[in-house]
């Protein structure tokens, strides 16, 4: 029987806070009081992460993902509940865990006194890995990233995207059974995007498993093969990219200028989502010629695309990816 590669169940992580309550009546102290609080910034999140997927959970700022990578990855303890790394509690068993995973923590930074050579070299190292292995994986992986050309200069001298690129090289070198990268491409440029998204397909194929956030919907689209979507410390939906996108109420996005104007027309077709310039049509395939007709007739010109994730994130929680959360 396979070991799940993460089994989490209903994880909840409350923090206790300490708010300003406001002052008191003019009295011996004059001062104010401070009221204890707790923020929950996880509300019992439960999922199952198989061997060999590539998984990414989506969600706003402060929606949970972070705090969800922390607790798998041993940095965090949770309230109440339990996550299974291969079988191992990431609670109990930290020590067991943590020879089986790698990290690229959001906005980390590789030791700026190191150059990316090194700063792979010694993690490899200290991880028990001989010379000769590390050497070879360290080259190999600054190659996979395309940071040979700076990979003996000091990174405090590098640009953002080149420190991001120098992270991920130092994570994907170990060729972990778990990677856990959050944010992996932040400040990366297109082609070192899909440069690391070639790297983790492969690391997958030779059987890691890898848990990503990104705020990227085309990253998220392109590499994950299955998808939870988070919001306010829970999971609302669970699904790989097509299937988040049938929820939507089709496959094609009929775009018809005119906004409210023209919305009771199309409405029969299927969701209909106005704004200031546009009706958009949610429909399938079969409904296409009707809907082109109908337009034609009218005198209007409509565009036809594939329904998008985005259209399907923001059908599950309401609210832009790029929106804070509340």
């Known amino acids: 029987m396979t070991v799940d590669a993460i089994h989490a169940t209903n994880v909840r992580k409350v923090y206790q806070t300490r708010r300003w309550a406001g002052w008191r009546h003019r009295g011996a102290d004059g001062g104010g009081r401070v009221d204890d609080g707790a923020v929950e910034a996880l509300s019992g999140v439960s999922m199952t992460i198989r061997p060999g997927e590539r998984v990414g959970l989506l969600g706003r700022n402060g929606a949970g993902k972070t705090t969800f990578l922390k607790i798998a990855s041993t940095l965090l303890t949770p309230t109440s509940g339990e996550v299974l790394v291969f079988g191992h509690d990431v609670d109990r068993d930290a020590d067991r865990v ?68 120098t992270m991920v090289a130092t994570v994907i070198a170990t060729e972990a059974p778990l990677l856990f990268l959050d944010e992996p491409t932040i400040g990366m440029d297109p082609f070192a995007r899909r440069a690391v998204w070639e790297c983790l397909r492969r690391l997958t194929r030779k059987g890691s498993t890898i848990l990503l956030t990104t705020h990227y919907l085309d990253e998220a689209e392109a590499l994950a093969e299955r998808l939870y979507i988070v919001d306010r410390g829970r999971v609302l939906v669970e699904g790989t990219a097509d299937a988040l996108k049938h929820r939507v109420g089709g496959t094609l996005r009929v775009s018809v200028p005119g906004g409210d104007a023209v919305r009771a027309l199309f409405a029969p077709f299927g969701n209909c989502v106005a704004d200031a310039e546009a009706v958009h049509v949610i429909t399938e395939p079969a409904q296409l010629n009707e809907i082109m007709d109908l337009a034609l007739r009218h005198g209007l010109h409509a565009t036809v695309g594939p329904v998008t994730l ?10 832009s990816i790029d929106d804070e959360a509340s």
């Open 98 to 165: 943590r020879p089986l995973i790698a990290v690229v923590p959001q906005e980390g930074k590789p030791f700026f006194h190191l150059t990316p050579r090194e700063q792979v070299y010694t993690y490899l190292r200290a991880r028990g890995f001989d010379r000769t292995t590390a050497k070879q994986r360290t080259d190999e992986a600054l190659a996979q990233m395309g940071i040979e050309e700076v990979a003996d200069r000091l990174s405090v001298t590098l640009s953002g995207g080149q420190r991001q690129r």
């Open 310 to 319: 985005e259209e399907a994130f923001l059908r599950a929680v309401g609210r």
